[in-house]
């Protein structure tokens, strides 16, 4: 089997991951911040090692500034819904996720004024289109940093500066850059950064985060939940401290165990590494299917502008049958159709049929790349 859906969600997992959740149930296995005994200590340590290394992963220096989530989707909607009143103007692209869409197409329906800056067809996004779009009354600018459909990175820093002179702040969606591409949140003028756990992290589904900026007002968001938090118990309004104003409920010790591991893992083989065996997958995908009769490649087949998630389709052959017999015939897992962002196949002209998607990992080898070439080669002549 080959697996090329790693934009859905990585696999396999590095084996620590799964050593590292076993373990935090075994030995730490209390409820965290909310009884005093060893067993919450151990789980409460569990989980302020990986805010540790969240946050030095992302540039950020105060580790309470990791709010932890169930995964991007959460994150964004708790950054959106936290800060978008009626009347706010928010700035978004065309190549976003409906993580990013969906919310954002409801509260413009509660009267917050939406703007979407058109994308080029490989997804790219030209800066002065920002440029236009953002006014004064602009409060916030979201946007993907490298699209789950062609893996088209934009430019954050260019796009922070443009937010910042006009007052607004920037929340990035790193859901397919985390752990693909070095991210310093300080460095780049990120404000919020959603991400998650379980894509390029290496962490298990059920895990993800929203990370605030050390220099942003936390007073101008709002819990997208309230409950219990273990703190201030004799009050009942949420507190204001960080993370508990935005954390209620018992957190996913498990996932948080397995997300630190992952993260460690990452820190160990080195971003860049990765990042460079990554290109060179991408590479050799892109080369290979545009090498192919009647294939047609989505995005800029550009890996330095990308990161590595190719998107194709077969002149006659229908995406679904290409996804059905990548797997049944040649043990290939791919991932067909619309990828949860019909905004990104309008924008790249794949709407509404959607592409076959090819998403290699850190654990794919250049082997498997050349083998799932020779399937769709096969495929596609016979
Ligand atoms: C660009 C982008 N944003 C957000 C998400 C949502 O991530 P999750 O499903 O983990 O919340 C995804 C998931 O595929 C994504 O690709």
């Avoid at 004024?113 to 067809?121: H, V």
């Amino acid at each position: 089997m080959i697996y090329l859906d790693n934009a859905a969600t990585s696999w396999p997992k590095p084996p620590e991951v799964l050593i590292a959740m076993t373990d935090a149930l075994e030995h730490a296995g209390g409820n965290p911040g909310r009884s005093g005994h060893r067993l919450s200590i151990a789980a409460a340590r569990v989980i302020y090692d990986t805010r540790e290394t969240i946050a030095s992963f992302f540039g950020v220096s105060d580790p309470l500034r990791v709010i932890f989530t169930g995964n991007a989707t959460h994150a964004i909607n708790l950054a959106l819904k936290g800060m978008l009143k009626p009347g706010d103007h928010v700035v978004t692209s065309s190549m976003e996720h409906n993580a990013v869409m969906r919310p954002l197409r409801n509260l413009d329906r509660e009267g917050v004024r939406l703007s979407i800056t058109p994308c080029a067809t490989d997804g790219s996004l030209d800066v002065q289109e920002v440029a236009r779009a953002v006014t004064s009354g602009t409060r916030l600018v979201v946007m993907t940093h490298g699209s789950n459909v062609v893996g088209t990175i934009i430019l954050v820093a260019e796009i922070a500066s443009i937010a910042h002179r006009a007052g607004a702040l920037l929340l990035v969606d790193a859901a397919q850059t985390a752990g693909a591409l070095p991210i310093n949140m300080s460095e780049m003028g990120i404000d919020l950064l959603a991400f998650t756990g379980h894509k390029e992290l290496q962490g298990p589904p059920g895990i993800g985060g929203l990370v605030i900026a050390d220099n942003i007002d936390i007073s101008q968001i709002e819990p997208l939940i309230r409950g219990g938090t273990g703190s201030r118990s004799e009050s009942e309004e949420q507190p204001d401290d960080l993370p508990d104003k935005f954390e209620s409920g018992t957190a996913n010790l498990a996932g948080i165990a397995g997300l630190g591991a992952g993260l460690k893992w990452i820190q160990e083989r080195g971003i860049d590494e990765i990042r460079n065996h990554l290109k060179k997958l991408s590479r050799s995908l892109i080369d290979g299917l545009s090498s192919l009769p009647n294939v047609k490649v989505y995005g800029t087949l550009d890996p330095e502008r990308s990161v590595a998630i190719i998107s194709f389709t077969v002149d006659g052959m229908r995406i679904s049958e290409i996804g059905l017999r990548l797997d049944e015939e040649f043990g290939v897992l791919s991932r067909v159709g619309l990828h949860c962002a019909p905004a990104a196949h309008k924008t790249i002209g794949s709407f509404p049929e959607g592409t076959v998607r090819l998403a290699p990992g850190v654990f794919t080898t250049i082997d498997d790349i050349q083998k799932a070439i020779q399937a769709i080669s096969r495929m596609v002549r016979s």
